[in-house]
Structures are given as C-alpha cells and as structure tokens.
C-alpha cells in the first residue's frame, strides 16, 4: 500500500495503542509543514511530530508498508537536524527505525511495543511501549 494508506491504516493506530494523543500532555502533529530550509525554498513536511507538555520530542517519518523501514533514514535524521531534535524515528507500519542524533547510534524493532526482552539501539532494555521509550529517552516522566 502506498504511504498515505500506511499511515491511516497502519501507523496512526499504533501511535494511539502507544497512547500518543490519549495520555494527557500528549498530542501528534500530522504533516507538520514548519520545517525550514532557509531563504525562499519551500518548508520540509515531516509526517508526524511527536510532542508532550507542549515540548517536540521526536519526528516519525512513515514510508510505505512495502519499504524497508531504514529507508527513510536520511530523510529523518535531516528533520531531526532542523528542529534540534535528538530522537527521530522511521516506520513502514510494521517495523519502526529509531534514530538517537547525539549519539549516532540507531537501530529497529519488528514492533511498536517490543518486549522487556528487546533491546533499543542504545543497549538498554526497551520499555513496554513506543511512547514510555520516548518518554524515558527525553528524560520527560509520564503523569
């Protein structure tokens, strides 16, 4: 299916099963079109922006389900840059690609909600949901 279908099908509702947009505080912003490139060039268009407390933690860049799920890579780390951001992530519906800016280091999961037993790309054990990984990485608390 093409990426607008991945999207509506696949990723939305498993950013709302991670809680984005339920937990109070939450909230994911479609096409976020703010992304300068400097002088007269029209702005980058990121799929998704996740933000908590009114703070931007993270980009999700979605590509088509039948994409690899690192081929967005550039493309997000590129947005990540521009805003300043250190987490940004790729996703095909299937599979999510996290991106740590800083560090360099990134990595996928075959799920939204990997297991106690996965590790993230940092080696540290990965928390039960996409949106407590965001939080904890952030350094931000759920309520």
Known sequence: MNEAKTRAELIDPKL???????V????VTREYKKIQT??????LIADYVLVY????LA???AKSDEAEVSEGAT????????????????????EIYQIR?????????????????????????????FLTALFRRSETRIP
């Open 38 to 43: 400097g002088g007269r060039a029209k702005p």
């Open 75 to 94: 493309q997000a780390k590129n947005y990540a840059e521009k805003m300043h951001l250190d987490t940004t992530y790729v996703s095909n519906g299937k």
């Open 59 to 61: 980009i999700t860049e």
């Open 101 to 129: 800016m800083k560090s360099g280091k990134e990595g996928g999961w075959n799920s939204f909600n990997p297991s106690w037993k996965d590790r993230d790309p940092a080696g540290e054990e990965a928390p039960p949901s």
């Open 24 to 27: 109070d505080g939450s909230k």
């Open 53 to 56: 407390r009114g703070q931007k």
């Open 16 to 22: 709302k099963a991670s809680s984005w947009g339920v």
